[in-house]
């Protein structure tokens, strides 16, 4: 519809409920949710689960089946809570990311079968740690009540810190592995270790930021129970299980003295259980916690300082700068980095050694390249949106270095991590399938890929690969039965050889140019990443080369042989040095490989016989009831009773949401069912609704209400666009602007058909209310006449876009257009758009310079926005509960009008100052605080006007 109207809400503490669904409900979001309506699912069941998969998953999904019920017992037992219906995991592999999610209010864990492993670290596969993390969160969450009330939920998970839920999590799913050591040590040694407000707010900083909050969180968490026992763990949910949630308030008016008593909702208390559990509040043990890294890593210090002297630094950008190659003739190098990014989004850099001269190759890459044996060319992965799929694939590209030309290898190939063979005619890849990665040959003439390693059990990874310098033995990185080890495989007699077969964790494995060597990174000596190299034929030891309490990864050899690059984790980034080998002192190790042979035939068959497949069977979508919310509200202008449900099926194909508010008079209801529908490829939805509310004209308000239905569909073109069409109808009862500036009562029914078309392309930043990267397009019209059965004939249009681009170390320029119009085919009711001076209350169709009272209609409505937005302060600290996340500004002028159709435009301009403060909320939530000043240009009176509004900036 073409005007505003806005629903007065009787709930009380409804901030504190959209806080507490907003954390369960989230889940990974792009523009692009797209539909899957051709893969068909299949369901296995066990004792406590319901593991749901589409084809090609089935050997992914019993093994998440094994290790589910695998976990099940420990995770149950430390919590004290078995929760009582089957847990439903959803297996994906549509696109190509990894991780997984849980849906809590749903009650369902979400895995994509898409594994990173030369991200992570420990003797524990990758599908397990993510089952067993995602099933913490979910027990946890049941361990406050199962009921289909969700209010304890609601507030638990709320009040219920951060580093608690996050640390608990990696507690019972992960080892304290050697990446969580080198980052926690070194920020205990550089005086860097996170505040108790900084742990609780974590998850709203950059990418380092976060990965900081994970570690120390784990860390934090498992000192606690590892000082004060385990079983604390279930002690601590069954008193948040236990605590009342209601509280009975009174009030009485001073001047009437009439009283009023009703139940209020009661905050759960985190501090209270572990007083009473424990005997210590999370300051006091917080505090306990510093002290004991502190005084653990104060004695700890860098052995090789000389090692990574600043002459050595080669590069130091952004907080990654990683994955550092040597061209064939050693005079120039590629690297990627995340400078300008917030998180690990990564460029690919070219830098010439002699003049240190730089140049970007190309943007959005994925960490892993190759040069091609003459130098000229990088063959390299980047993930991108394939529309054949509409899904996100990697596939091969090839960029020459001189020209800066680019050309794609590779389309739905689900390829990475690429590798040139010596002559250039093949080069190597990984591709991530069911679970599995595998090796793989790419013919660079013909396109034709084929098979190296065929692992199908759902687990073993296979990556890294990198050629000899005769091209006839391949070294890789294999993590198979809890051990990341160095493997060798002769293309010639297509046996694999282990060169390492024990506990460390070793990776990044690389030949020396002349053969007799190969490098590598493992934390075989003290825990911590270091450079080794071993004897491929197996007659000599394992050679250290570095002694560093940080870590040192991605070696690669000068084609010399002279030089190495590292990636060294200093001061919390990831920086590029150049050594010398000579200055590398060896010490000879002992060497306890097993050097077991094995052919390419993969080692799982042996074994899967004995492994125990559950019963399966055709998934067919029924709807399931998952919360739904009563509430009781009372107040003088009466009292008030609402419902608000959800309900869907586990791969939520189809989805009803319904909420009502009852008052005490029988024709005083209102509500809103809503019905989305993800069966087929475009989405379809439908709603019903009758809901009463007020506009805001001129600093009063008017009561409306609104009663109708609705139909229609979301299509996604791409992954940054989509269109939408609808058809609604509704009788309004509501007051519409004149063209005498007043606003007129009018009753009837409108009935329109819509379409809208949305382009958005935003890059993830840590601070979107703030300083938002990207653009937005929005394009839409409505048309409503008799023939659809309206009392109103109009056609309407709309028109927005917002561009947000980054300038300088710290700011950004930001610029908004809006553009409206209505053709009315009467002459009285007529719909007219209104421009306003509230941003409060109007949002962004405002001047913000102009009194408060100042508003200016008409069938058209230009306004733009631009400003200049910059970064005072951040991570100011604060409390778990209010944590205050960054101060900035923004120097803004708008202009804009609104007028009919033969009126002349006269465009009135402001111009002012803004303070903007981002809050979170429990560490849950972002509020942004905004206070400005602005002054109006074209009025005879410019007195400035100060305003105060709450939400982020468009």
């Known amino acids: 519809m073409a005007f505003l109207s806005r629903v007065k809400g009787r709930k009380l503490l409804a901030v504190v409920l959209c806080i507490g669904f907003f954390l369960l409900l989230i889940q990974p979001f792009s523009l692009a949710e797209f539909n899957n309506p051709e893969l068909h699912w299949r369901v296995i069941e066990t004792p406590h689960f319901l593991i749901h998969y589409h084809e090609g998953e089935e050997v992914f999904a019993q093994e ?34 990894t991780g997984g999610y849980t849906s809590l209010l749903v009650g369902k864990i979400v895995i994509q079968a898409q594994s990173d492993p030369a991200r992570t670290s420990g003797t524990l596969s990758w599908p397990r740690e993510v089952i067993a993390h995602e099933l913490t969160h979910l027990v946890m969450i049941a361990a406050l009540g199962e009921s289909i009330l969700p209010l304890r939920r609601i507030m638990g998970n709320l009040v219920l810190p951060m580093w608690f839920i996050e ?69 601590i949910l069954s008193h948040l299980r236990r605590q009342p949630i209601f509280q009975l308030v009174g009030e009485v008016g001073l001047v009437t003295g009439e009283g009023l008593l009703y139940p209020s909702p009661r905050f759960l208390s985190f501090n209270e259980a572990l007083v009473e559990v424990i005997g210590k509040d999370s300051s006091t043990l917080y505090a306990e916690w510093r002290n004991w890294i502190e005084e653990k890593y104060s004695s700890q210090r860098e052995s090789e300082d000389l090692l990574f002297l600043p002459e050595k630094l080669l590069v130091s950008w952004g907080k990654r700068s990683q994955h550092p190659v040597f061209s064939s003739r050693g005079d120039r190098i590629a690297f990627v980095s995340n400078q300008g990014y917030d998180y690990a989004i ?14 970007k190759l190309d943007r959005m890459v994925d960490p892993y390249f190759s040069f091609s044996p003459e130098g000229d060319k990088i063959i390299y992965a980047k993930t991108r ?191 590029l040095y150049l050594l010398s080998l000579e200055d590398l002192i ?46 009781f509200s009372f107040g003088p202008e009466g009292s008030f009773f609402s419902l608000e449900g959800y309900a869907s099926d586990y791969l939520e194909r189809h989805n009803l949401h319904f909420s009502t508010l009852l008052g005490g008079d029988i024709q005083d209801v209102q509500y809103d069912l809503s019905y989305i529908n993800r069966a087929f490829e475009p989405t379809l939805w439908g709603n019903l609704y009758k809901v009463r509310g007020y506009r805001i004209f001129r600093g009063d308000f008017y009561p409306t209400q609104v009663e109708g239905a609705g139909v229609g569909l979301a299509y996604y073109l791409s992954n940054k666009q989509g269109i939408g069409i609808d058809f609604s109808t509704r009788f309004l009862d509501t007051y519409l602007a004149s063209a005498s500036g007043q606003l007129d009562w009018w009753r009837g029914r409108v009935s329109s058909l819509g379409a809208v078309w949305v382009l958005s392309d935003m890059l993830p930043v840590a601070d979107p209310e703030l300083h938002p990267r990207g653009k937005m397009l929005r394009l839409g019209a409505e048309y409503s006449s008799k023939a659809l059965g309206s009392d109103l004939e109009y056609t309407a249009y709309k028109g927005e876009f917002r561009g947000y681009g980054k300038i300088g170390g710290g700011g950004s320029l930001a610029l908004r257009v809006l553009a409206k119009k ?32 100042w508003v200016v209609v008409g069938e058209n409505l230009l306004l733009s926005s631009l400003e200049y937005r910059f970064l005072l302060m951040r991570r100011m600290g604060g409390s778990p509960v209010f944590y205050l996340d960054r101060l900035g500004g923004a120097l803004f002028f708008d202009m804009g009008d609104a007028f009919s159709d033969g009126e002349k435009l006269e465009l009135k301009r402001d111009l002012g100052l803004e303070l903007r403060l981002r809050t979170l909320l429990f560490g849950k939530s972002s509020l942004t605080l905004r206070l400005g000043i602005a002054w109006p240009l074209d009025e005879e009176e410019k007195r400035a006007r100060v305003f105060f509004a709450i939400g982020e900036a468009f």
């Open 586 to 631: 060896e010490v000879k190790l002992s060497n306890h490989n097993e050097g077991r042979t094995q052919s390419l035939e993969v080692e799982y068959r042996e074994e899967e016989a004995g492994r125990k497949i559950y019963p399966s069977f055709s998934y067919h979508p029924s709807l399931k009831l998952h919360y739904i919310l009563p509430w």
């Open 822 to 853: 209505i053709e009315n085919k009467q002459d009285f009711p007529k719909i007219l758009f209104s421009l306003g001076s509230n941003p409060y209350f109007l949002g962004w169709d405002s001047l913000r310079g102009y009194p408060r009272d």
């Open 385 to 575: 949106f394939y529309p054949p799929k509409r899904a996100f694939f990697a596939d091969l590209y090839e960029v020459d270095v001189e020209s800066g030309r680019m050309r794609r290898l590779t389309f739905g190939l689900r390829a990475s991590q690429p590798s040139f063979s010596p002559d250039g005619k093949r080069a190597l890849l990984v591709k991530n399938e069911g679970g599995n990665s595998n090796l793989y040959f790419l013919n660079m003439s013909t396109g034709e890929v084929l098979p190296l390693t065929d692992d199908r059990d759902g687990l073993t990874q296979n990556f890294s690969p990198s050629f000899s310098p005769r091209g006839d033995r391949i070294v890789f990185v294999s993590s198979r039965r809890g051990q990341r080890d160095i493997y060798l495989l002769d293309l010639e007699s297509q046996k694999i050889i282990s060169l390492t077969s024990d506990q460390a964790d070793d990776r990044s494995a690389v030949f020396s140019p002349d053969g007799r060597r190969v490098y590598f990174i493992s934390n075989r000596t003290g825990g911590v990443f270091n450079l080794f190299s071993i004897d491929p034929e197996g007659r000599e030891k394992i050679r250290q080369y570095t002694r560093v309490d940080s870590g040192v990864f991605e070696p690669n050899i000068s084609p010399d042989g002279e030089r190495i690059l590292v990636s060294a984790y200093k001061e919390g980034k990831f920086n």
């Open 64 to 97: 998440s089946a094994r290790i589910a019920e695998e976990v099940y017992p420990s995770i149950t037992s430390d919590l004290g809570y078995f929760p009582i219906p089957k847990i439903p995991i959803i297996i994906e592999n549509i696109s190509d990311i």
């Open 167 to 235: 640390g608990l999590a990696q507690f019972e799913a992960e080892e304290w592995h050697s990446l969580k050591e080198m980052q926690v040590g070194q920020a205990s040694r550089e005086g860097k270790v996170l505040s108790e407000a900084d742990l609780g707010a974590f998850y709203f900083f950059d990418g380092s930021g976060r990965t900081a909050g994970y570690y120390q969180s784990d860390s934090f968490v498992r000192y606690i129970f590892q000082t004060y026992g385990r079983d604390k763990i279930a002690g």
């Open 346 to 359: 990564f460029d690919l850099y070219l830098m010439d050694l002699k003049t240190r001269k730089m140049k």
